[in-house]
Nanobody, 118 residues
Framework: QVQLVESGGGLVQPGGPLKLSCAASGSDVFRLNVMFWYRQAPGKERELVAH???????NYLDSVKCRFTISRDNAKNTVFLQMNSLKPDDTAVYYCSANVEYDVRRYWGKGTLVTVSL
């Protein structure tokens, strides 16, 4: 089992930065594999924003490339999402997700709200 807790959401002005964190804990945390950030804007489907493998390979949604950076601290079982040049369209609930080696289950956090507005 893995528990994920996001933090760092809030209100930010357009063009500003914000950094999200997601801390993992639980009996299977030593087997963490790929970690993901998703988001869901009001009235829209959840979309994958970025992911990072255990070795550090990353991939991003086209609309956030060059603005967002995903990283992880394997020693602290934490994944981060540094968001720069935020736009109102980035407003959403951001969810952390992860899988573990040799297991098809996907674990999810409860989400943290990011609002980009004046």
């Amino acid at each position: 089992q893995v528990q994920l807790v996001e933090s760092g959401g809030g209100l930010v002005q357009p063009g500003g930065p914000l950094k999200l964190s997601c801390a993992a804990s639980g009996s299977d945390v030593f087997r963490l594999n790929v970690m993901f950030w998703y988001r869901q804007a009001p009235g829209k489907e959840r979309e994958l924003v970025a992911h990072i493998t255990s070795s550090g390979s990353t991939n991003y949604l086209d609309s956030v490339k060059c603005r967002f950076t995903i990283s992880r601290d394997n020693a602290k079982n934490t994944v981060f999402l540094q968001m720069n040049s935020l736009k109102p369209d980035d407003t959403a609930v951001y969810y952390c997700s992860a899988n573990v080696e040799y297991d098809v289950r996907r674990y999810w956090g409860k989400g943290t709200l990011v609002t980009v507005s004046l």
